[in-house]
């Protein structure tokens, strides 16, 4: 069956770093876009970022446009989001998911605060 293994998060101070990994497996992950989302205490799932197959095309959501990066290594079935000049406000559990189905990992937690 289908799993995803988020790791990665932590507690970061305002302006830090985090690269969060997600181990998929159950199915082909190289034919498959993938995408992080995150959730915030009382808030709804916010879609993050998102990658092609290959990796050539990559959207995000404007509050993190330029401070997060997502990537891919196909031959280790792992989607990445390297996040920089984090913000309180990226404080949330931060999930991985293959953008057409509906199986969702267990998510890591970032907590941003000094």
């Known amino acids: 069956q289908v799993q995803l293994v988020e790791s990665g998060g932590g507690l970061v101070q305002p302006g830090g770093s985090l690269r969060l990994s997600c181990a998929a497996s159950?199915?082909?992950?190289?034919?498959?876009?993938m995408s992080w989302y995150r959730q915030a205490p009382g808030k709804g799932r916010e879609l993050v970022a998102t990658i092609t197959i290959t990796g050539s095309t990559t959207t995000y959501a404007d509050s993190v446009k330029g401070r997060f990066t997502i990537s891919r290594d196909n031959a280790k079935n792992t989607v990445y989001l390297q996040m920089n000049s984090l913000e309180p406000a990226d404080t949330a559990v931060y999930y991985c998911?293959?953008?057409?189905?509906?199986?969702w990992g267990q998510g890591t937690q970032v907590t941003v605060s000094s």
């Open positions: 159950g199915f082909t992950f190289s034919r498959y876009a």
């Open positions: 998911k293959a953008l057409v189905m509906s199986t």
